[in-house]
C-alpha cells in the first residue's frame, strides 16, 4: 500500500467543518471510480507536533503507483464534476505540504 500524505492549514478555520465534508466528497469521487483506496483526515489536537506541517493532515491510500498516477492523471485533466470537487477543496487549503510513503518492509523484499 502507499500513502500520499497531506499537511495543510485552512485559510479560514471557521470553515472546518465544510473542509472537512468537501473533502469526504472529493475523495469519494475517486474511491467510486477505483482512483484510490481510501483516505483519512486528522486534526492536530493541543498544539502537539511540527508547526510547519500544518494543522490537517490527509492520508490517501493507493494500491500501487500506477493506481495513484491514474488519479493524479484524472485530477490534471482539471475538468468536469472532478475538477468541481477538486476547487472546493485546494481553494480552502494553504500552506500545502505533501510527501508519499509505503509499507516497510515491501512484501517483495529478500530478506
Known amino acids: 500500500m502507499n500513502s500520499y500524505h497531506i499537511w495543510c492549514n485552512l485559510r479560514d478555520t471557521h470553515k472546518d467543518l465544510e473542509f472537512a465534508e468537501n473533502l469526504r466528497r472529493y475523495m469519494g469521487f475517486l474511491k467510486e ?26 492520508e490517501i491510500q493507493a ?29 480552502m487549503v494553504t500552506d500545502f505540504r505533501a510527501g508519499l510513503y509505503r509499507d516497510f518492509p515491501d512484501p517483495q523484499r529478500k530478506s
Open 33 to 58: 471510480r477505483g482512483r484510490i483506496e481510501g483516505y483519512r483526515l486528522t486534526r492536530g489536537k493541543l498544539g502537539f507536533g511540527p508547526p510547519e506541517l500544518g494543522e490537517f493532515h490527509v
Open 63 to 91: 494500491r500501487d503507483l500506477a493506481q495513484l498516477e491514474e488519479a493524479f492523471g484524472d485530477v490534471a485533466a482539471r475538468s468536469g464534476e472532478l475538477e468541481q470537487h477538486h476547487a472546493r477543496v485546494y481553494s
